[in-house]
């Protein structure tokens, strides 16, 4: 919830964006989360402004992001959203495919922001803003954990919360995503497994800012007055 709260305030409320969709699962827990997250953002960074649109899809993939982004072009263009905030870099993706071949600009016509930071997305036609996670060392502390509650089965389990990177690159700011600095990767929080050390800079394209993760995750019921309006594509 935390990375989805800084995405929106560092990403789509700065430039400006009010008409913001969310693609995902709400069946998926981690989509859920990210949504939950992103609504919350949404409250607090617009109020009574705050509009949010969920589009649920079949699946998290490039397919169901080309299927949702057709959906939204066979809309009224005046019901589209201005910005899509993806359940992942697939979604998003796919949904960046669609609106190419169709002629709408990123980030002119749509901001679009993922999570994960995929390989393919600094390699995107229009580089993909993500939200990059420290997979291994998230991998790691989940597997010691699980170490250790397998030999004291009775021992409460242990939460640890990581920093990730929100990555700004063009498909929310465009060109201006060029001249903005590049900084280190973080350093885990307390409890971590081990620590990173300073990492090359980034891609010129890329900015970097910290954000919480967890290593494990819950189901999450968003929580709030977001104007929120659902429906599905097939």
């Known amino acids: 919830e935390n990375t989805a709260r800084l995405m929106h305030r560092e990403g789509l409320v700065q430039i400006g964006r009010?008409?913001?969709?969310?693609?995902?699962?709400?069946?998926?827990?981690?989509?859920?989360?990210?949504?939950?997250?992103l609504r919350a953002?949404?409250?607090?960074?617009?109020?009574?402004?705050?509009?949010?649109?969920?589009?649920?899809?079949?699946?998290?993939?490039?397919?169901?992001?080309?299927?949702?982004?057709?959906?939204?072009?066979?809309?009224?263009?005046?019901?589209?959203?201005?910005?899509?905030?993806?359940?992942?870099?697939?979604?998003?993706?796919?949904?960046?495919?669609?609106?190419?071949?169709?002629?709408?600009?990123?980030?002119?016509?749509?901001?679009?922001?993922?999570?994960?930071?995929?390989?393919?997305?600094?390699?995107?036609?229009?580089?993909l803003t993500t939200i990059r996670q420290p997979s291994y060392d998230m991998g790691h502390r989940a597997a010691e954990i699980l170490l250790h509650h397998i030999a004291h089965p009775t021992a409460p389990i242990e939460h640890i919360s990581f920093e990730g990177s929100v990555i700004i690159r063009e498909s929310t700011f465009g060109a201006e995503a060029h001249a903005a600095p590049t900084v280190e990767k973080p350093t885990l929080r307390k409890g971590s497994a081990r620590q990173h050390r300073p990492v090359s800079p980034l891609p010129h394209h890329d900015v970097a800012y910290p954000v919480k993760t967890r290593a494990r995750s819950a189901k999450v019921v968003a929580k709030g007055n977001t104007p929120t309006t659902t429906r599905s594509v097939n």
């Open 41 to 127: 953002a949404v409250t607090a960074a617009l109020g009574a402004a705050a509009d949010v649109t969920v589009l649920q899809v079949r699946a998290l993939d490039i397919e169901n992001g080309l299927i949702a982004a057709t959906d939204i072009i066979g809309q009224p263009r005046a019901t589209w959203p201005d910005a899509i905030f993806a359940a992942n870099d697939m979604l998003a993706l796919g949904a960046m495919t669609a609106f190419i071949r169709a002629g709408i600009r990123i980030p002119d016509d749509i901001a679009l922001v993922g999570y994960d930071d995929d390989n393919y997305a600094a390699m995107a036609v229009v580089p």
């Open 18 to 37: 009010k008409r913001i969709m969310f693609i995902g699962r709400n069946q998926i827990s981690h989509s859920a989360n990210r949504l939950a997250g």
